[in-house]
């Protein structure tokens, strides 16, 4: 019995780190750029995620480029700020992609 015990712990203690993992801002400037290169839009918001996370200054730069890329605009994100010190920036993009979710439909 005691095992059996220990494996639901272990089976939950996994369960943990995956969904810490899969909200990583490094794993989800992954998944963006596999979204974006699918079609699939989403992949913005995924990048807008990550462009709010504090304290994660590669992975926004990261973020920040791919969106450059993708949506060919310059917005004036800059990784080295923090995310308060981008919050006009942030706006700018949040409005674009509120524009381009309509287009879409």
């Known amino acids: ?4 015990t220990l ?6 203690i996994r369960v943990d780190l995956s969904s810490q993992i899969l909200n990583s801002p490094p794993l989800r400037v992954t998944i963006a ?3 974006l290169a699918s079609g699939d839009k989403e992949g913005y918001g995924t990048l807008i995620d990550v462009l709010k996370a504090d304290g994660e200054d590669f ?3 990261q973020a920040a480029d ?3 890329t993708w949506s060919q605009r310059d917005f004036g994100y800059r990784a ?3 995310v308060s010190e981008n919050a006009a ?3 700018q993009i949040e409005e674009w992609w509120l ?3 309509q287009k879409a439909r």
């Open 1 to 4: 019995m005691p095992s059996l």
């Open 7 to 12: 494996a639901s712990n272990f089976t939950g």
């Open 99 to 101: 524009q381009e979710k």
């Open 66 to 68: 791919l969106l450059a």
């Open 80 to 82: 080295d700020l923090s």
């Open 59 to 61: 992975a926004r730069k």
């Open 89 to 91: 920036a942030l706006r």
């Open 33 to 35: 750029r596999a979204q």
